[in-house]
């Protein structure tokens, strides 16, 4: 079998990609390739928020460069794209229309600093956040999590992420020139300077005249694989391993709920399925994507929902426990556009936004592999072969990741003695804590704080510095 066009991997970005693909390129023929149709993703697991403004965070604000202000645009744009995008497909409603943010005592002045930063955003979007009182919500938190600041953010809508993968699926259904392989590749070879072969699992082999590789975490080892060379200049992959429950048979809920960003993850959620609520998400950082969810995560989850949300909402049955390896670059960016292999692309690491991001950069992206030219301007920041970005000082770095960790220590219940210097102690033995763990990464790379966490807890090391050493940019 040939193909003109090969995306690998069906997560949100490969099918997107596929679909624009498809629309645009009628003559062409497309197969999209994984191991099955809807697998156990990423994609699947997210509660498809679509952000726009509420995972803004001061970090992103403060950035010494303008990475951080291009990718708070660019959800803008994405936010808007998604809107009209979302009428191509047939029967694809959002599962609320709208967020509301709050925040409470069970984290730290990081909910307050984000909150504003996504105000500061709005504004600049002439848009405000309605204030709301604990009267006008839903939510039945215990005494001591009540929300201190409520607002009613409009047009951040959510979407059941199931009914997403499964509307594109039909959607693609209506081309003929697109052949959906249930089968994942095992590596992919250069046969002349204008062909690729690719062997499948089950010992197909196809051809293609253009590949892209959208394998989410897997990405990386794929190019490993068939091109050692190329993945010493690649930036490399890791996992974001989240999890999240959907808990059916309780009371609805009309919007989605969350609060900012927090404790290096996106902070407490619930979103409204149509016959279940989704409660969300953790965060753990990791080199190999994993398998199942932490038992611990999904404990989190539940003391999370019971004391900040309602415990009415734990009483329901767990429908499903999710799972997915968020796909994040070593420097907290995307990886998206061609290679110096000629007609190889590489489009991954939207970590906590691909399912926002998609279709946008999907509509981008499709046009520069099909006529063969570079990365559109929004996205060239993001090169597959580009130096590691880097966008705050050191010390912003431990200071964001100090707020970090005592955010996670408060929302499992940290509460230090008022007098003596118990808070400045705590925080200044994580200072520390993150000094070394800069100290042995500087100066060749600065991991985004994000990572501390987990790197504090052996996990990814070790693994991240053999990523950097073997790198030849
Ligand atoms: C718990 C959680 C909550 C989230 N919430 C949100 C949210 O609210 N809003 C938002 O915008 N984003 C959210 N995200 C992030 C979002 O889900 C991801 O950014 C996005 O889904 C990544 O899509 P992807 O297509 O890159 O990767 P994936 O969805 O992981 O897809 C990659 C695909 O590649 C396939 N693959 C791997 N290896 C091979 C191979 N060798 N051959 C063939 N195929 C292969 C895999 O089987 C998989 O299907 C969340 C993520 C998680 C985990």
């Avoid at 052949?179 to 699992?201: D, G, H, P, R, Y």
Wanted: aromatic share 10%; charged share 25%; with cysteine.
């Amino acid at each position: 079998m040939k193909f003109d066009f090969v995306v690998i991997g069906s997560g949100i970005l490969g099918l997107t990609l596929t679909l624009e693909l498809a629309r645009i390129a009628s003559n062409a023929k497309i197969a999209l390739l994984d191991e099955k149709k809807i697998n156990r993703t990423a994609s699947l697991a997210a509660g498809a928020m679509l952000s726009r403004y509420c995972e803004t965070t001061k970090f992103s604000l403060d950035s010494e460069t303008d990475h951080w202000k291009e990718r708070i645009r660019n959800r803008i744009i994405a936010a808007d794209y998604w809107e009209s995008w979302r009428k191509t497909l047939a029967k694809l409603d959002y599962c609320a229309k709208s967020t509301v943010l709050f925040t409470n005592n069970c984290s730290n002045q990081l909910d307050a600093d984000n909150l504003k930063a996504i105000q500061q955003v709005m504004s600049t979007q002439g848009e405000q956040a309605l204030e709301l009182t604990e009267d006008e919500i839903e939510l039945a938190p215990e005494y001591y999590a009540r929300a201190d600041r409520i607002v009613l953010v409009r047009n951040e809508p959510a979407i059941e992420a199931r009914q997403l993968l499964r509307s594109i699926f039909n959607e693609l259904g209506n081309f003929p020139n697109v052949c959906i392989v249930e089968k994942s590749v095992l590596s992919i070879s250069e046969t002349s300077k204008n062909s690729f072969a690719l062997a499948l699992q089950g010992g197909l082999n196809i051809t293609a005249s253009s590949i892209t590789v959208a394998a989410g975490a897997e990405t990386t080892r794929i190019i490993d694989r068939s091109f050692p060379d190329l993945g010493k200049r690649i930036v490399p992959i890791i996992s974001g391993n989240g999890a999240a429950i959907t808990v059916s048979k309780i009371n609805p809920i009309k919007y989605v709920y969350r609060t900012p960003n927090r404790a290096f993850s996106c902070g407490l959620h619930a979103v409204p399925y149509s016959d279940a609520i989704y409660f969300g998400a953790t965060n753990t950082v990791q080199a190999m994507p994993s398998r199942a969810p932490i038992a611990t995560d999904i404990g989190f989850i539940i003391d999370c929902v019971s004391s900040q949300i309602g415990k009415k909402w734990i009483e329901g049955e767990i429908e499903h426990f999710k799972h997915g390896n968020r796909p994040v670059s070593i420097d907290g960016f995307p990886v998206i556009g061609r290679t110096s292999i000629k007609n190889l692309w590489i489009y991954t690491g939207f970590y906590r936004e691909g399912i926002l991001m998609a279709p946008w950069a999907s509509s981008l992206l499709a046009k520069c592999i099909i006529h063969d030219t570079s990365i559109s301007a929004e996205l060239s920041a993001y090169d597959p072969e580009r130096k590691l970005i880097r966008t705050h000082s050191y010390n912003q770095c431990i200071d964001h990741a100090v707020e970090n960790f005592h955010a996670i220590a408060c929302e499992r219940g940290l509460r230090l003695p008022s007098t003596g210097n118990w808070t400045q102690d705590f925080l200044g033995s994580y200072r520390s804590i993150s000094e070394a763990i800069y100290a042995r990464f500087e100066p060749h790379y600065r991991p985004p704080p994000d990572f501390l966490w987990d790197i504090h807890f052996g996990r990814l090391e070790s693994e991240l510095k053999e990523l950097i050493e073997r790198r030849e940019i």
